[in-house]
């Protein structure tokens, strides 16, 4: 039996990969779509991946609750989820709601749901906030050594312009950026917060946005408390990934434009300074699939009672 799924805010990037992504699932249908912007609009004429007579909606928060779907996607801006959630709590407190913007990830009565960290800690919560892309990429990359680190990881993050959304601004307009490197919010960025929390230590996090539309290049500078040997540190992270189909451990240093389009982390590059003690790790991710769709996606067939990949391709 398919289990119903609405997303609120679906004009945007991350919106149009999870109508992909729902429309090719075999378990999942579409209840809605709701954006301001596109209302009246056919939504297979805005996404070529899905077929049907499905109309974009701007629906109130009642008007959402009152819709009654298995789970609700919210892909709204920061700040703008509260009413949404307040309305499915009242009228239909057993929906799933997954969240993508960042009001609930320091939320104890969520579940955090980067799965190849946190799956261990869902007991059938509903109500599931996704992690952030740079959040995710610098947690996959640290998450191995976490125990052996002996001082803030440091991590300089590059971003393709669709990471700044479909709002305009300086981060997302490609004549500014052409043949440019924009460096943004380089202390206290919300998901160097959010990293710190979640892996119970310091990180230290310099973003910048680059001219590419997707993507993600982080890299993560590790000092450990202890020397080591460099074919150690590699075994390290395949054996922990090892049975994590959407993290794959590479030799070579990843490139951003391999991972653009792709469901999975590249965590790859590791390279020891002299004396060992000094860690360089490369991860890259799509900001809008596994850094958020793909993601949501995972969380969704998680508390939807499915199988974690069903529907995400994957190798």
């Known amino acids: 039996m398919n289990k119903s799924v609405g997303i609120v805010g679906a004009r ?8 992909r992504l729902i ?3 075999p378990h ?3 209840a809605f779509v709701s954006s301001r912007e596109l209302a009246g609009q056919r939504v297979d004429g805005q996404v070529d991946a899905y077929q049907g007579d499905l109309c974009y909606e701007s629906l109130s928060p009642a008007e959402v609750a009152a819709r009654g779907a298995d789970a609700v996607v919210l892909a709204l801006p920061n700040g703008k989820a509260g009413t949404f959630v307040a309305a499915i709590d009242a009228a239909h407190p057993a929906s799933v709601i997954v969240d993508l913007s960042a009001d609930h990830r320091f939320d104890e009565a969520w579940y955090y749901g980067l799965p190849e960290l946190t799956r261990a800690h869902y007991r059938g919560q509903t109500r599931i906030s996704n992690p952030g892309c740079y959040a995710t990429a610098m947690q996959l990359a640290i998450a191995p050594l976490r125990q ?12 393709g312009y ?7 601004s300086e981060r997302n307009d490609p004549a500014k950026l052409r043949d440019n490197l ?14 710190t929390r979640q892996l119970g230590l310091p990180v230290e996090f310099m973003p910048h946005v680059a001219p590419h539309f997707r993507g993600i290049t982080l890299t993560a500078n590790l000092w450990l408390r202890q020397p080591c040997q460099l074919a150690d540190l590699v075994a390290r992270y395949r054996d922990f990934y090892a049975r994590e189909p959407l993290v794959h451990v590479v030799e070579a240093a990843p490139w951003v434009s391999a991972i653009a389009g792709r469901h999975h982390v ?32 995972q969380n969704l067939n998680l508390a939807l009672g499915l199988a974690e990949l069903e529907g995400i391709p994957h190798e």
């Open 12 to 19: 945007g990037h991350t919106g149009a990969e999870l109508i």
């Open 23 to 25: 429309a090719r699932h």
């Open 28 to 30: 999942l249908q579409l």
């Open 148 to 159: 052996q680190l002996a001082a803030p990881p440091t991590c300089f993050g590059v971003s």
């Open 162 to 168: 669709s990471g700044a959304g479909t709002t305009p």
């Open 182 to 195: 924009m460096p943004y919010a380089l202390v206290d960025h919300l998901h160097e917060r959010e990293v």
């Open 266 to 297: 590249d965590i790859g590059g590791i390279t020891l300074a002299p004396g060992g003690k000094r860690v360089v790790v490369v991860a890259t991710i799509d900001n809008l699939l596994k850094g958020a769709a793909t993601q949501a996606l």
